[in-house]
């Protein structure tokens, strides 16, 4: 670390070696504000992760923070957050590419009230309908052109917070970033606020094989279901349980409303098969997440959510791996 206090953290975490990060690596050393960037890896062992020296030098710092039993994203950013030097924390993935003023833009942003702030997203791999599913399902309320504005929610593993808001969760952090729409709702109950800062862009690859996205889904929606019931009543989760059969409908009426281009509207259109069935298989799952808690699901999203490159198309690992070369 340089004696002078990183104004941004940024957390990677990876159950793989340092190449499954180095694209979104490389897009962190071409942020213009590079040098005010301390990057926190996080992995199950450093001596296996291999990392490439070269790449970490024009940052303000790097740490790589081991975690034992990588269980699930939410734990490992959990980690790295604890660990982190700066006063604003921001998730990253290794299948998302931030703009060259991503990280600019959001501590410029933080000098406001703001205690959670997003980002615009756009489709990374645009070729098949199932990307599009999985991009309308995860990220419609900010997919650009989205304006700024203050938000609800904001996007899961791709926010930026203050740092102390969080460590005031203490050991309740891990199971809040398992579902940060729960965390940001939480969050918004207790008087925070949240922004989308649309200037601060990132392109996010989306799943495109059907045999990757399908079990994902079941997976995501039972983990959403299984954090948002943490604590309440029987009766409760017993309503909820029974009214998944419309969550389906729900979110595609949702999902429509959210769309602020013909663009957009376009692609929905042309994707609504996959779309319907994506929600779908969602339901099921958080329907089994209300009904009968967390299981494996977090275990199992968290195998999905890294090295996205192995759940994509071929042609489409090959142009974006290529487009870093």
């Known amino acids: 670390m340089t004696a002078e206090r990183p104004l941004l953290s940024v957390v990677l975490a990876t159950r793989e070696r340092y190449s499954s990060i180095r694209k979104t690596v490389s897009c962190l050393r071409a942020q213009t504000a590079c040098g005010q960037i301390e990057l926190v890896i996080v992995a199950p062992s450093r001596s296996r992760l291999d990392l490439d020296e070269g790449q970490l030098s024009d940052f303000a710092g790097c740490q790589v923070v081991e975690i034992d039993s990588f269980e699930s994203i939410g734990r490992a950013n959990a980690e790295g957050i604890r660990h982190a030097k700066g006063a604003v924390v921001a998730l990253a993935e290794d299948h998302c590419f931030p703009d060259p003023q991503w990280a600019a833009r959001?501590?410029?942003?933080?000098?406001?009230?703001?205690?959670?702030?997003?980002p615009s997203v756009r489709n990374a791999n645009p070729q098949s309908s199932v990307s599009w599913a999985d991009l309308f399902i995860g990220y419609s309320p900010w997919l650009a052109p989205a304006p700024s504005r203050e938000a609800e929610f904001l996007p899961g593993?791709?926010?930026?917070?203050?740092?102390?808001?969080?460590?005031?969760?203490?050991?309740?952090?891990?199971?809040?970033?398992?579902?940060?729409?729960?965390?940001?709702?939480?969050?918004?109950?207790?008087?925070?606020r949240l922004f989308l800062e649309s200037t601060a862009s990132v392109a996010h690859v989306n799943f495109s094989l059907w045999s990757s996205w399908l079990p994902v889904q079941l997976h995501s929606g039972r983990l959403f279901a299984a954090t948002r019931a943490l604590g309440k009543p029987?009766?409760?989760?017993?309503?909820?349980?029974?009214?998944?059969?419309?969550?389906?409908?729900?979110?595609?009426?949702?999902?429509?409303?959210?769309?602020?281009?013909?663009?957009?509207?376009?692609?929905?259109?042309?994707?609504?098969?996959?779309?319907?069935?994506?929600?779908?298989?969602?339901?099921?799952?958080?329907?089994?997440?209300?009904?009968?808690?967390?299981?494996?699901?977090?275990?199992?999203?968290?195998?999905?959510?890294?090295?996205?490159?192995?759940?994509?198309r071929k042609e489409e690992r090959s142009q974006i791996i290529g487009a870093d070369s």
């Open 106 to 118: 959001l501590i410029a942003s933080h000098q406001g009230p703001w205690s959670a702030i997003g």
């Open 157 to 192: 593993h791709n926010t930026s917070y203050k740092r102390p808001v969080l460590l005031e969760y203490g050991d309740q952090l891990d199971s809040m970033m398992q579902a940060e729409t729960v965390l940001h709702w939480n969050l918004r109950s207790k008087g925070h």
């Open 234 to 312: 029987l009766s409760w989760r017993i309503l909820f349980t029974l009214g998944a059969p419309l969550i389906p409908v729900v979110r595609m009426v949702r999902i429509w409303g959210n769309l602020s281009s013909q663009e957009l509207q376009r692609r929905f259109l042309s994707s609504f098969h996959a779309l319907a069935i994506g929600l779908l298989v969602d339901g099921v799952g958080q329907m089994i997440g209300y009904a009968f808690g967390v299981g494996n699901a977090a275990e199992k999203v968290a195998q999905y959510e890294t090295d996205r490159f192995r759940h994509i």
